[in-house]
């Protein structure tokens, strides 16, 4: 995760898989292209530059909508995201780590590692099932949408780097605060920011 969380034009996340941020140099250049505006600023974290001194944003919001295109990667993580971190052998709840990647038809017998295919699995039920081939999911993978998984994210906690962020982001979980994620201190830039083009 980066330092600046962008928000849409109607305050909403533009993405919620993965959440969507941008490093620092992507946020000053979005402000200086005057595509966002800034609703929060790191207390500490300041830019001095030859011909720029700014406070780093922790918030920005669009100022033109971006509809989100509902595509979803095929990952590890959206594939758990999707099972809710949940076997779906044995139907038990278990951490990112716990839990592997199964394919429901083995690729030996031409499974394909596609969501329609794989499960999230304990390692438990992961060993079970190369004996006992018969085992069967509980639920029969499919392609989820982006909304689906949006949903199950905002289940699980999220760490932010700015206490800001826990009043824009309506997550049903805990949104814990770490602020070693994000520099407290000023960084003098000898050289102007070669990316503004000023
Ligand atoms: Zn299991």
């Known amino acids: 995760m980066s330092t600046t969380l962008v928000l849409n034009a109607d305050m ?5 898989v993965p959440l969507s941020t941008v490093s620092w140099q992507d946020a000053v250049r979005i402000i200086f292209l005057e595509r966002a505006f800034v609703l929060e600023e790191y207390d500490l974290w300041v830019i001095r ?14 100022k033109q909508y971006q509809k989100h295109n509902g595509k979803v990667e095929f990952s590890r993580h959206n594939v758990i995201l999707r099972d809710n971190y949940t076997c779906q052998y044995c139907g038990k709840g278990f951490a990112f780590d716990e839990l ?5 038809v083995p ?17 438990d ?13 509980k639920h029969t993978p499919k392609q989820p949408d982006y909304w689906q998984l949006a949903t199950n994210r905002k289940k699980r906690p999220v ?23 994000a520099p407290q201190n000023v960084w003098e830039v000898t050289n102007d920011l070669p990316f503004l083009n000023l």
Not at 100 to 104: A, G, K, L, W
Not at 107 to 123: Q, Y
């Open 107 to 123: 690729r030996r017998e031409g499974g394909k590692t596609k969501f329609d295919n794989i499960v999230a699995a304990c390692h």
């Open 125 to 137: 039920c992961n060993q079970k099932k190369a004996h006992f081939h018969k085992m069967k999911p």
């Open 49 to 62: 530059s030859p011909s720029v001194q700014m406070r780093m944003p922790s918030i920005i919001r669009l």
């Open 12 to 16: 909403q996340p533009v993405s919620f």
């Open 159 to 181: 760490t932010v780097p700015h206490a800001t962020w826990k009043n824009y982001l309506f997550w049903d979980a805990e949104v814990v605060v770490d602020e070693n994620m």
């Open 100 to 104: 592997t990647f199964d394919h429901v």
